[in-house]
């Protein structure tokens, strides 16, 4: 596969709203197995499309070790309770913030064969998600977060006491 850019805050297609996706074919999975390299080769749990320049609603995920979630077309259909919770972006390097999200949601989506699939998380998986799919939109973490900083910042903190 191959490794792809990552397109950076102030490119204005994170900020453009995707189109859905009408056919699952090998263009689409090759995509997603290329965001899935590129996901990994930045040590992230996540990358949507509009993250390497495919305006199309789709994202990979992996939120847990060797457990690859593929979201084409993804739809949150429910969602319960609240976290509080950091969060970075590869779009947005170097940065972190906390961000409220729902502590349970109920996510469907095509998967790399065109099947609809539901499944239900919760936790660290729900966030990632609900970041994932919030790209699809054109929002960033930043457009709801607080204490956005440089987690450096904070090291260099703790060694200076």
């Known amino acids: 596969m191959a490794i792809r850019n990552i397109v950076r805050q102030g490119d204005p297609i994170l900020r453009k709203h995707c189109r859905e996706i009408t056919d699952v074919n090998e263009h689409i999975r090759t995509t997603m197995e290329d965001m899935v390299d590129t996901m990994r080769s930045e040590f992230g749990v996540g990358l949507a499309g509009p993250q390497v320049g495919v305006m199309r609603r789709m994202f990979v ?55 609809m699939q539901e499944y239900d998380l919760e936790g660290f998986d729900a966030r990632v998600m609900c970041h994932e799919n919030d790209h699809l939109d054109g929002i960033l973490y930043t457009d709801t977060a607080t204490d956005v900083h440089d987690p450096m910042e904070d090291i260099q903190e703790e060694e200076e006491k």
Do not use: H, T, W
Request: proline share 9%.
């Open 61 to 115: 995920a992996e939120p847990e070790p060797d457990r690859v979630y593929y979201m084409i077309n993804p739809e949150i259909i429910e969602q319960s309770g609240s976290q509080v919770g950091e969060e970075g972006c590869l779009s947005i390097p170097g940065l972190i913030g906390q961000v409220e999200r729902p502590m349970k949601i109920k996510i469907k989506a095509l998967d790399l064969d065109g099947n």
